[in-house]
């Protein structure tokens, strides 16, 4: 079995139908990261079709290893699941179907995680940043995709269409420099990569 073959064609079937997936740039300074911290518990809001999640699960390291991802669709939740048990990745990635702002505050304080990668809805965001400073490592890593947002973030944009979810993306901005939890910066690439360190709970 050809894993990146299989893994080529998830992106391509993905980009087919206009699932959005994280874009090339934005996955090698991600992957570069991985590389660094060799994560051994790594926390996903939002699945999609679980692209991101099998590219992540390579670096995970060390023993008991897991990448946790919650998807709220069920269509995407499902073909998550297909397309992990294709990679035959069953044993490191645990798919959850569930709202990510009930299910993370679910999860126990001493479930922790070293990397904690945001990409779900945008409107939420500030609330998936705040559960996942508590579930994230001191010394952790949290990452947010697309945080300029087709350049509406860091633009005059307030077309009522995507009006909330860019004001919410520019609150993450303002809240991720100032939280003294935080260590924070915003690359502008791909569609724009927030990364903060946690410095203190």
Request: proline share 1%.
């Amino acid at each position: 079995m050809d894993k990146d073959k299989i893994l080529n064609e998830i992106k391509e079937e993905a980009l087919e139908n206009h699932v959005p997936i994280i874009e090339d740039e934005s996955l090698d300074v991600i992957t570069t990261i991985l590389k660094i911290k060799k994560p051994n518990k790594i926390l996903e809001v939002g699945t999609a079709v679980g692209y991101s999640a099998i590219c992540f699960s390579k670096y995970l390291e060390g023993n008991n290893s897991k990448l946790k991802t919650i998807e709220i669709k069920e269509e995407m939740y499902n073909k998550a699941k297909e397309n992990v048990a294709k990679m035959q990745l069953e044993d490191k990635i645990e798919i959850i179907h569930s709202d990510a702002t009930v299910y993370m505050k679910s999860i126990p304080d001493e479930e922790q995680y070293d990397v904690t990668f945001i990409d779900a809805a945008k409107g939420q965001y500030l609330v998936f940043l705040e559960e996942a400073i508590r579930l994230t490592k001191v010394g952790g890593i949290i990452i947010a995709d697309n945080m300029l947002y087709r350049g509406r973030t860091l633009s005059d944009y307030n077309e009522h269409k995507h009006r909330t979810a860019t004001n919410r993306l520019r609150e993450y901005l303002v809240v991720m420099k100032e939280d003294e939890r935080l260590d924070s910066t915003l690359i502008k690439i791909g569609d724009g990569l927030a990364i903060s360190i946690v410095t203190k709970k």
